[in-house]
């Protein structure tokens, strides 16, 4: 009896933290065109679009086992996935007129990843628990999805965060140059009177 319960628990958690995921990639599917419109690279821009692909695909996967579970996905808004997507949100507008906004892409959309291998690797671990081997399958594909895109952001923010590095001191010093040449004028201006 208390292994059923247990069981029982353990059950209902899973279906609340399934979803919590659905609800979350729902929210993704909607903000990741979003952040292909505002990369500034052209790989991070592929790299948000193939991501799109791969999470419309990933919610397939939600769907067939909660089919094969004969339950709803609905009902249930994640939070957290709109607190990080919120956050993307406020990186393109703060950053949108600067050399960093790719950088700061990367750093929202890993955020994601993290928080998707975290929320996939726990669903899977229940599932495993639960015996339920059919989910289990299908949750490890998505987990692997997760943690490569997090492996392809983390290569393409070596070479962009780079960039946007070397961009910003381009601009201090065209600013320090300029304020020179100013004082330089000044001086100038003040001799000649």
């Known amino acids: 009896m ?14 609340e933290q399934l979803k919590d995921i659905y609800s979350a990639e729902s929210q ?6 979003k952040m292909a419109k505002a990369a500034r690279s052209q790989d991070l821009r592929q790299g948000f679009e193939k991501h799109l692909e791969q999470t419309k695909g990933q919610v397939e996967r939600l769907e067939q086992i909660f089919r094969a579970l ?45 928080y998707e291998i975290a929320a996939y ?18 949750l490890r594909q998505t987990l692997e999805e997760e943690k490569e895109t997090d492996k392809t952001l983390t290569e393409l923010s070596a070479e962009i965060n780079t960039l946007a590095m070397n961009a910003g001191q381009r601009s201090g010093q065209d600013t320090e140059e300029s304020a020179g040449r100013g004082r330089r004028a000044a001086k100038a201006r003040s001799a000649r009177a």
């Open 28 to 33: 993704l599917l909607k903000a990741l065109p």
């Open 121 to 138: 690797g726990s669903v899977r671990a229940f599932a495993e628990l639960l015996g339920d081997d059919d989910s289990v399958n299908l």
């Open 2 to 15: 208390p292994g059923n319960m247990q069981e029982n628990g353990l059950q209902r958690l899973y279906m």
């Open 70 to 114: 004969d339950e709803n996905p609905k009902g249930k808004k994640c939070m957290g996935m709109q607190g990080l997507i919120e956050e993307g949100e406020e990186v393109i507008k703060e950053e949108s007129a600067t050399d960093a906004l790719d950088a700061g892409l990367i750093a929202a959309a890993q955020r994601v990843e993290h």
